[in-house]
C-alpha cells in the first residue's frame, strides 16, 4: 500500500500495448486507488448480457466507441459509490473531449491530479502487438485501433495539457523503472 492518505484522482492514457494494464495494477497498490476502467465495466455488463451490455455489444465488436451519453452515465456512477471516494485511476475514459469537459464538470471541487500519457511509440507498440499474436491482432486490426487512438485520444491529451495536468512519461523499459517514472511524475502534482 502506498505512503498517501488523501484521496488521489488520476486519468491514465496510452496506445494498446503500452503496458497500460500492468502500470494500473501497480498504481493501485502505490497510491491506494481504485482502478476504474470503462473497457472492463462494458465487457461485464456485455457478459450479464444487462440492457447497457446488449447495446454496447456491437459497437465494440466493430471498434467504435460508446455514445458520450451512456458512458458519462456509467462513470457518474460509478464514481458516486462510496469505495471511490478514496481515489481512483480512470482507465479508458474520457476517450473524446465531451467525456473530458463532462468529467471536470461532475468531479467539481474534486478535480483530478493528473492525467498521465504513458508513452511508447507507434514501432514498440506494433511489435509488441504482433509478438503478442492474438488472433484479433491482424495487422489491420492492429493499425485501425492504433489509428483510431490518434484520432481520438490526442485532443483529450492537449485537453489536458491546456489544463496544466498532463504528465508525459516513458512507457519503455522494465516495468518498475515505469512504475518509478510513472510514481515520480505524479507525486510532482500532489
Ligand atoms: P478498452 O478496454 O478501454 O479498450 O475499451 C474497449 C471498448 O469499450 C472500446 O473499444 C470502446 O468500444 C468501448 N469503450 C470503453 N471506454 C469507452 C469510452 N470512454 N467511450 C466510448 N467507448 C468506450
Known sequence: MG?????IRLVIFGRQGAGKGTQCVRLVKEFG?????TGDMLRSAVAAETELGLAAKA????????GNEIMIGLVRERIAMPDAADGFVLD??????????????????????????????????????????RADDTDEGIARRLSLYEQETR???????D???????????AEEE????LVAAIN???
Open 92 to 133: 479508458g475514459f474520457p476517450r473524446t473531449v465531451g467525456q473530458a469537459e463532462a468529467l471536470a464538470l461532475l468531479l467539481g471541487d474534486n478535480h483530478l491530479h493528473a492525467a498521465v500519457d504513458l508513452e511508447v511509440s507507434l514501432d514498440e507498440v506494433t511489435s509488441r502487438m504482433k509478438a503478442r499474436a
Open 188 to 190: 510532482s502534482k500532489l
Open 178 to 181: 515505469v512504475t518509478a517514472r
Open 155 to 161: 485532443p483529450v491529451l492537449r485537453w489536458f495539457a
Open 59 to 66: 459497437i465494440m465488436d466493430a471498434g467504435d466507441l460508446v
Open 163 to 173: 489544463r496544466d495536468l498532463l504528465l508525459t512519461v516513458d512507457g519503455l523499459g
Open 3 to 7: 505512503r498517501h492518505t488523501n484521496p
Open 33 to 37: 486507488v481504485l482502478h476504474i476502467s
